[in-house]
């Protein structure tokens, strides 16, 4: 059954719909119910819509849903992600700009590989810019202007010219038709700008648009969901401005508050956690400015107040909650219902140790996500090769993997030629097989295997044909024999990822290699499972979307949670981001909180740790305290936060109006022309000269 605003959000089918989702207001089951109703009810076709999600885990759980309220084959291809959508689109109109429908989609690691190859060319010192640093500047050359760069450098017929490393880069992506996940978003945009019968078909292909998490949605995604929804004006948003997460990574959630929608609903009805733990949430979250008013309620009933936990120590404060674990599980609940959450992973050695010590199993999330573990890249590198000839990463790779005697020198010498021939390595090694230093059987039965693989890719399914290679490689026995058990396990689950892929398919009859190798490459770590029967730890980022019974929130300490290098960053919006992250962690307890912190020093520069100021957000009586928590200590928590205001000029209660006569310890008198509410600082004319200065600075003249 839907409450009476989920079922008006689900018939408010036409126009622009925004919709306010509390945390476990049931937003999944509202999308998937809409999504059934426009197919039965209205009677439009699957494939004319485009329910967009936030990660491939998300639209995997949306399918699921929505299998059980429509036909069998009523489920299509266009629940996913929105680069996943992007590749998909690809895969139909690249050709308009001379790109075949196979392209590569290059990940995080693919990325640094070709970043690393640019800045050797042109004698970057890696110990000075690191690959990430040379990509973070990639990625702003290409958000600067998404046609200019395009135009410039990545179509077919763009000068090869390279005067700089981050040209040489984008030279090196457009050698093997290799696209990021930002040109996946890019390059739609360009072909729906640039081609107008691409455009007409799309934007009345898609009837209706449902977007998941829309307050993640960056300025581009936002470009993307105004440019498909053109024609028929049917766009669907759902999100909730307070779990705006991600503004550090680009998205925009003040495009969803400002959002102007013809229909406006706000889900605020809880279904997950009792009415204290939402209490706390509701306090602390109504300190933020840049948010749309909600206040959650529940009819569930309480079971035990949340706590605030004190402790003398972190080793004490890691302690007492392994014995609390421990405690509810001889009471009958399970390790799995217990989740242990952080600002920053650095928190979670003292916790581990404890965990240890009482033989709690536990997982650590945020490790090497697992497509991009060593022997999972291996496998998936000859399996792209296979794909196609273009993909030189792969290439470089594999080709000595198992040992085929062809070292560093041998593959600068392949790789100078195929700069002079212009063409992929695989490509130039296959011509000049016969010549040396390539003249070798290994090499030659290394082209034999990929062609071979090529014959069986229309015989086999993926996960055979991995099969086969591993075995016809001598991959198989190579990992059989490093006595490393946990890679095998690892190329185990992908094989199975491979045959849930497969089943997954088996009615849209696209199970083929393109169609999985694109898949993959578009995972993030939001995908990953889990161990049911093991404590979880991880960051406050990694658990958004998840739920558990009891919570334990650590490190609320004044500098690390709210974290004071946000907050001196971005100021205001850092610390609502930081308030945001508070209302996320706190909103995955569905039956019990514990909001923890621990007396002692800080690590980065020996001061004396207070307890963080979220604490002073919840009323007195609502938290229940648990140690002996000296009133002193939070009254430095409010002494930090005044010194943290004062140097960042924050201390003013209103702004001086411009005219206002100023003093300055150096330049003297001046006049103020105007504020920066942003940056929270004035506009000052000193004669001549402007200068751009924070509040403390100044005086009254």
Known sequence: ??????????????????????????????????????????????????????????????????????????VNDFICTIHSFC???????????????????????????????AMQEFGIDRRKT??????????????????????????????????????????????????????????????????????????????????????????????LLHAVTEHHGNLFVVGDPDQAIYEWRGANPKIFVDFKAHTDIILNENYRSTPDILDVANHIIDHNRNR????????????????????????????????RIAEGVKEGMGYGDFAILYRSSFLSRSLEQALLKEHIPYSVWGGVRFFERKEIKDVVSYLRLIATDADDISFRRIINLPARKFGESSLKALTKLAEEENSPLMETLRRNIDEKPFNKSSLRNFI????????????????????????????????????????????????????????????????????YLQEIALY??????????????????????????????????????????SIRERRQDGEEEERRLMYVAVT?????????????????????KYPSRFFSEVPEGMLKVEGQLDPLLLQGTAGLVRMLKEELGETAEAPLANGTKVLHKIFGEGVIEGYDAT?????????????????????KA
């Not at 590749?87 to 990325?111: T, V």
């Not at 300490?557 to 004071?564: A, L, R, V, W």
Request: contains cysteine; glycine residues 6%; proline residues 2%.
């Open 292 to 323: 749309v008013k909600k206040e959650l309620f529940t009819r569930r009933l309480n079971e035990r107040q949340a706590v605030h936990l004190h402790s003398k120590s972190e080793r004490e404060e890691a302690a007492a909650i392994a014995s």
């Open 87 to 117: 590749a998909k689109f690809l895969r139909r109109e690249i050709y308009r700009i001379g790109y075949p429908r196979n392209f590569i989609i290059i990940d995080e690691e693919d990325a640094k590989s070709l970043a690393r190859q």
């Open 130 to 223: 690191t690959a990430e640093r040379f990509l973070k500047q990639v990625a702003a050359y290409k958000g600067y202007d998404p046609v200019k760069y395009i135009q410039n450098h990545l179509l077919p017929n763009s000068s090869s010219v390279a005067p700089d490393a981050t040209v040489r880069y984008l030279r090196l992506q457009l050698k093997q038709f290799a696209l990021d996940y930002d040109d996946l978003l890019y390059f739609t945009l360009y072909i729906l700008s640039h081609f107008e019968d691409a455009r007409t078909y799309w934007t009345e292909k898609l009837n209706y648009v449902m977007v998941d998490e829309g307050q993640d949605c960056t300025g581009d995604d936002w470009k």
């Open 588 to 608: 995955r307890a569905e039956k019990m909180l514990w909001l923890c912190e621990s007396e002692g020093y800080m690590n980065d520069n020996g001061a004396l």
């Open 448 to 515: 034999d295997l990929i062609d071979a693989a090529r014959h069986r890719v229309v015989l086999m399914s993926v996960s055979e044909l991995t099969d086969w290679v591993m075995k016809e490689s001598g991959l198989a026995d190579l990992y059989r024999n490093d006595e490393e058990e946990e890679r095998l396990e690892n190329i185990a689950e992908l094989i199975n990822s491979m045959k849930e892929f497969e089943a997954g398919r088996i009615d849209e009859g696209d199970a083929d290699l393109i169609s």
């Open 679 to 699: 940056a929270k600082s004035y506009k000052v004319r000193f004669g001549g000269v402007t200068r751009n200065l924070l509040p403390h600075v100044l005086t």
């Open 524 to 565: 993030t770590n939001a995908d990953r499972t889990n161990d049911s029967e093991r404590v979880r730890m991880m960051t406050i980022h990694q658990s958004k979307g998840l739920e558990f019974p009891e919570v334990f929130v650590v490190g609320l300490t004044e500098g690390i949670f709210p974290n004071h290098r």
């Open 1 to 74: 059954m839907l409450n009476n605003r989920q079922k008006e959000a689900v018939e408010a089918t036409e126009g622009r719909v925004r919709v306010v989702a509390g945390a476990g207001s049931g937003k999944t089951r509202v999308l998937a119910h809409r999504y059934a109703f426009i197919v039965n009810e209205i009677g439009i076709s699957p494939g004319n819509i485009l329910c967009l999600t936030f990660t491939n885990k998300a639209a995997q759980e949306m399918k699921r849903r929505i299998a059980g309220m429509v036909d069998r084959g009523s």
